[in-house]
DNA sequence: TGCCAGGCCAAAT
DNA sequence: ATTTGGCATGGC
């Protein structure tokens, strides 16, 4: 490959690293001294030094978007709760940001993240991409399957790429997709409420894996996806035990607007130290 | 080995 | 309306 122009983007409050680790995407991929994600077909390469970020001058636009450089990072901080969990988290995990993913591989790969680590789900990830992906100039790996690819497997060749019961959810979803009956561009209009209960209609997306969709796709930064951990945080925070749906209520009063980057930052913190806060 | 993982769904209470 | 059990897989 011929060197090509390099952009220097100014990046301050951001942390690339933690952001690719952080259980939002799961296919980045080592390279150099960097990194290489894929964004809708486009191999991109970033490399961080300090508060300057390295891409392909072509792909600049594609950078600031997918890594969400606009969110006030500032302002959302200054939002954050001031007990000690969400203080800890904050302190931990400066620079994560949510992302900007696609919307199928954003929804496709939660539907296989049920009762999975996030090493196992990249693991799904990997597996479904070399199987069924695409090939993309200059990638590591292959593009995240297309749902008419996905829709035409059989449920067997998703299972043989460690999906488990899963394999049937992801199948359907993806032909209600490539069916059209489905838009999920469409739904970027729409309000919250109303993509949840689409997306909720979906096999295998319920409250949790649509709220993950909701935060990681549709820029809705209010969302709240409960998961155990999530689940066991928020109820040490209020002392006492509730339904999911309880609990993100509790979320939305107490964290506001920014409450999926409290949420995010929260996950993060309470995997890396693989503990709840003291 | 046994336990748990960024849950969902249908059946049972 | 709310709770319970089953579901596949793999790392620790």
């Known amino acids: 490959m011929k060197p090509r122009a390099l952009a220097e983007i100014s990046a301050p409050e951001f942390d690339l690293a933690r952001t690719l680790h952080s259980g939002q995407i799961f296919h980045a991929m080592p390279s150099g001294a960097g990194w290489q994600v894929l964004v809708d077909g486009i191999a991109l390469a970033v490399e961080q030094q300090g508060e300057i970020l390295h891409v392909p001058a072509r792909h600049e636009a594609l950078a600031r978007r997918y890594f969400a450089l606009d969110h006030p990072l500032e302002s959302i901080y200054a939002s954050f709760p001031t007990d ?8 931990s995990c400066r620079g994560l940001r949510i992302l900007r993913q696609p919307l199928w591989e954003c929804l496709g790969t939660f539907i296989t993240s049920p009762m999975k680590q996030v090493a196992h789900i990249r693991q799904m990830s990997l597996s479904l991409r070399a199987r069924f992906g695409r090939p993309v100039p200059g ?10 690819v996905l829709a035409a497997a059989s449920e067997d060749d998703l299972r043989a790429c460690g999906l488990g019961f899963r394999a049937k959810s992801l199948r359907l979803a993806a032909a209600e997709i490539a069916a059209g009956r489905l838009d999920l561009a469409a739904l970027r209009e729409q309000p919250t409420t109303e993509v949840r209960e689409a997306l909720c209609r979906l096999p295998g997306v319920g409250r949790k894996v649509a709220n993950c969709v909701l935060l990681f796709a549709y820029e809705r930064l209010d969302a709240v996806p409960v998961d155990v951990w999530i689940a066991r945080i928020l109820q040490a925070m209020r002392r006492r035990k509730g339904t999911l749906e309880e609990l993100e209520r509790f979320s939305a009063r107490r964290f506001g607007a920014y409450a999926g980057y409290v949420q995010q930052y929260l996950f993060h913190h309470a995997r890396m130290t693989r503990s709840l806060p003291a």
């Open 139 to 148: 990638a590591l790996i292959q593009a995240y399957p297309a749902p008419e």
């Open 84 to 91: 000690p969990f969400s203080r800890a988290a904050l302190d």
